[in-house]
C-alpha cells in the first residue's frame, strides 16, 4: 500500500471535513453527496479521516490512508465567517478526487464544498452507508471509439501548432469543433442545474441549527466556483447563469458547454496543460471581464488531482501523471488560486499587484514551464 501520499497544509489552519447531502429534483432527480472542507479548530482526541471509499477508487486500498483532514471537527474560531467555494470533479472521477487541492485551500481560510455527480462518479456514497456505482449507460453514450478518435487527431493538431497571435482563431475554431464532437456535452445542462442547486442547498445548510458550518459560510460576496476537467468546464456556463458566483476557475477542463464562444460576464481563470490552455482560447478571448490563463508545462491531466500523490496506483490503471512532482504541480495551483481568488472571492485589490501581473502580459514564472497570461475586462 502507498504511504505518506498527503502533503502536509502549508495555511494557518487544520482542516475539517463534513459530509452533507440533498436532493436534486429538476431535469433528473438524484440524491447528490457534499464533501466539506473547512478551516477547523482540532481538539486532541481529532480522528483523521480516511480516504474516499473503496468502490469510488475502483477497490483500491488508498481508500485505507489517512487524510490530513479531521472527521467533524469544530469550525475555527479566528474569523466569524470564511468564504466559499464549489468544487466539482470530473465525468468519471470521483468527489474527493480534489481533495488535497481542496483541503490546502481551507487550510488558507476558505471553506470548500466538494459536489458529488451521482451516476456520473465512479461512485458516491451517502451518510446512510448507500453506494451507487456509476451509471454504465450513461458511461457507454459519453465514449463513442469514432468520435474520440476525430477528438485524439485535433488535441494533436494543437499540440502541433506553435502558441502565437497568428493562430488565436485556429485554436477557437478547434475548440469549437471538440465541443460539437464530444458527447459528454449534452451532460452540461444537467451539471449546471445541478451546481446552482448546490448552491440553494449551501445557503440553506447556512441557516440551520445543529449544523457544524451554521453561520460561518460567507456568501455576502457570492461564491466562487471551480473544478477539473468536466467539472472545470462546468464552472463556465454555471458562473454566467448564477449572479451568486461571483469568479470561476477550470482547471484543464475543455470548453463543452452549449453557449460556446459566449461572454461569461465574471472573472475567469483556466489553468492546465499546454495543450488544454489552446483549447480553451475561446473563453480567454470572448469573456468581458478579466480573464486568466495559466499553461502548466510536464503534467498530464490527471496530474492536477489527488491520483499525482499515488503514482502507485496511477501506474496500476495506467494513467499518465507527467514529469512534474505532485507537490509542485499543487503549489502552483494554489499560488494562482488563492491570488485569483483574494482579488475576485475577498475583494482584496492588492492581489494582483502581489501577483505581478498587467494587462495583456505574458509572464515567464519563476516555476519552469508556467506562462501566465492575462486580459483585462471591460467590466
Same mark, same amino acid.
Given at each position: ?28 432527480? @438524484?440524491? /447528490?453527496?457534499? #464533501?466539506?472542507?473547512?478551516? =477547523?479548530?482540532?481538539? &486532541? %482526541? !481529532? ?65 470548500? @464544498?466538494? /459536489?458529488?455527480? #451521482?451516476?456520473?462518479?465512479? =461512485?458516491?456514497?451517502? &451518510? %446512510? !452507508? ?250
Amino acid at each position: 500500500m502507498e504511504t505518506n501520499v498527503f502533503p502536509m497544509l502549508t495555511g494557518s489552519f487544520q482542516v475539517g471535513i463534513t459530509h452533507e447531502e440533498f436532493w436534486f429534483e429538476e431535469r433528473e432527480p @438524484a440524491r /447528490l453527496p457534499v #464533501t466539506i472542507f473547512y478551516p =477547523a479548530d482540532v481538539k &486532541k %482526541d !481529532g480522528v483523521k479521516e480516511k480516504y474516499a471509499f473503496k468502490e469510488a477508487v475502483y477497490g483500491l486500498p488508498i481508500s485505507e490512508m489517512n487524510t490530513a483532514f479531521f472527521t467533524d471537527a469544530p469550525a475555527a474560531g479566528e474569523k466569524e465567517k470564511y468564504p466559499v467555494i464549489i468544487f466539482n470533479h470530473g465525468y468519471g472521477s470521483y468527489e474527493m478526487s480534489g481533495s488535497v487541492l481542496c483541503g490546502e485551500l481551507a487550510s488558507r481560510g476558505y471553506i470548500v @464544498a466538494s /459536489l458529488g455527480h #451521482t451516476r456520473e462518479a465512479t =461512485a458516491v456514497k451517502f &451518510k %446512510d !452507508g448507500t453506494v451507487i456505482l456509476m451509471d454504465e449507460r450513461l458511461k457507454a453514450e459519453t465514449h463513442e471509439p469514432g468520435k474520440e478518435a476525430r477528438l485524439l487527431e485535433i488535441l494533436k493538431e494543437i499540440k502541433a501548432t506553435p502558441d502565437c497571435d497568428e493562430n488565436e482563431e485556429f485554436f477557437i475554431e478547434k475548440g469549437k469543433e471538440f465541443r460539437d464532437i464530444h458527447e459528454k456535452n449534452e451532460r452540461m445542462a444537467v451539471w449546471t442545474e445541478r451546481i446552482k442547486k448546490a448552491l440553494d442547498y449551501l445557503e440553506a445548510y447556512n441557516s440551520l441549527d445543529g449544523k457544524i458550518l451554521a453561520g460561518r459560510m460567507n456568501l455576502e460576496r457570492g461564491a466562487a466556483l471551480m473544478g477539473h476537467s468536466f467539472g472545470g468546464a462546468a464552472a463556465a456556463p454555471a458562473c454566467r447563469e448564477d449572479d451568486r458566483f461571483c469568479c470561476g476557475i477550470n482547471i484543464d477542463g475543455a470548453d463543452l458547454e452549449y453557449d460556446y464562444g459566449k461572454d461569461i460576464g465574471k472573472p475567469f481563470m483556466t489553468i492546465g496543460t499546454p495543450v488544454t490552455t489552446k483549447l480553451l482560447r475561446g473563453i480567454y478571448n470572448s469573456n468581458q471581464a478579466d480573464t486568466y490563463r495559466v499553461s502548466v508545462g510536464n503534467v498530464e491531466h490527471m496530474g492536477f488531482t489527488d491520483l499525482a500523490f499515488f503514482p502507485e496506483t496511477a501506474a496500476a490503471l495506467k494513467i499518465p501523471l507527467g514529469e512534474r512532482r505532485a507537490e509542485d504541480t499543487l503549489k502552483i495551483l494554489v499560488k494562482y488560486l488563492d491570488l485569483f481568488l483574494k482579488k475576485y472571492l475577498l475583494g482584496e485589490e492588492t492581489a494582483e499587484e502581489e501577483a505581478g501581473v498587467k494587462e495583456t502580459e505574458i509572464k515567464e514564472t519563476e516555476m519552469e514551464d508556467v506562462v501566465l497570461c492575462c486580459r483585462k475586462g471591460v467590466r
